[in-house]
């Protein structure tokens, strides 16, 4: 059995010393400061260099160990710990709901509801006023216009009256309700006409055939003092357009004892060549009439 005891290095023999001092050449820094032992046994002769070699890779391998197990240690330990607390929780501020970021637009007031006309005022029926941009003028000057159909088939049906020898005059064809509130007011105040004896030879404004610039007022080239007049059922204008207008797609607004109790016009013409314009007066009469 093997006996270890501290010696001091002034006591040791001078062999001994020799091979301490050789053997602490061998051992790492770390543990040269170790006191020095004397290895004893009992029938058997002891190695010193071997032994001290021996003690120092011990030594290394034992501070080895402690120091990968210290890792190990802590990886296993944080390995056991929940996902979430090895990380640190990013914190994101959130605005309050009660709180709006984008700024709102002020609301907008609600428009006015578009004033409908009633059925028929005075007997006439209600009419929009055709776009500008599909009338067409009928004569050089711009100064009569109608809707692009209805000057096509007009100016066509004058050209055909001429070879007859009948001279047809567009008296009046488009009207806005602006002109028509001078028809109807002025030419009212000036005559010293009453309201309803007005409405029946002019419509009031919104009301007359001429705002959908489908309708035309006809004079006689050749007897212009008949223009606008009852009397101008006489006139070879007049003759020619009952016998031929069909053909170019014009009838007969106001006729004698017509429903709507406008007073005759002879020289009042509309075209119903297309389907808005059959619309445009028929569902007009339709309201009227139920």
């Known amino acids: ?31 040269r400061d170790l006191p020095l032992v004397a290895v004893t046994s009992s029938g058997s002769s002891a190695k010193p260099g071997l032994f001290w070699k021996m003690l120092g890779l011990a030594v290394v ?28 929780p990013l914190i994101t501020p959130t605005p309050s709901p009660s709180v709006s970021l984008t700024p709102q637009p002020a609301s907008s007031p609600t428009p006015a509801p578009t004033p409908t006309l009633p059925d028929n005022l005075l007997g006439h029926l209600p009419y929009q006023e055709a776009p500008e941009a599909e009338l067409k003028s009928i004569t050089a000057d711009g100064g009569h216009r109608l809707r692009q159909a209805t000057a096509e088939a007009y100016q066509e049906m004058e050209q055909a009256a001429r070879s007859s020898g009948v001279i047809l005059v567009p008296i009046s064809a488009f009207r806005s309700v602006k002109d028509q509130e001078t028809v109807f007011f002025e030419i009212k105040a000036q005559r010293g006409q009453v309201t309803t004896k007005r409405a029946q030879v002019s419509a009031p404004p919104g009301y007359s055939e001429h705002h959908t610039g489908y309708a035309i007022d006809i004079g006689d080239g050749n007897r212009p003092s008949t223009d606008l007049s009852v009397s101008f059922e006489e006139t070879q204008a007049y003759q020619w357009l009952k016998d031929n207008a069909a053909f170019y797609s014009f009838e007969l607004s106001f006729p004698k004892d017509n429903p709507q109790g406008v007073s005759y016009e002879p020289w009042h013409w509309r075209f119903v060549g297309d389907r808005h314009s059959l619309e445009t007066f028929y569902q007009a009469r339709n309201r009227k009439e139920n």
Not at 11 to 18: D, E, I
Not at 65 to 87: C, E, K
């Open 61 to 88: 391998a034992f501070c080895t160990a402690l120091v990968i197990n210290y890792q190990f240690g802590i990886l296993a330990h944080r390995s056991d710990l929940p996902v979430a607390q090895t990380q640190i």
């Open 1 to 31: 059995m093997l006996g270890v005891k501290p010696l001091k290095n002034s006591s040791l023999p001078k062999q001994a010393q020799t091979v301490a001092d050789g053997a602490t050449e061998d051992i790492p820094e770390a543990i």
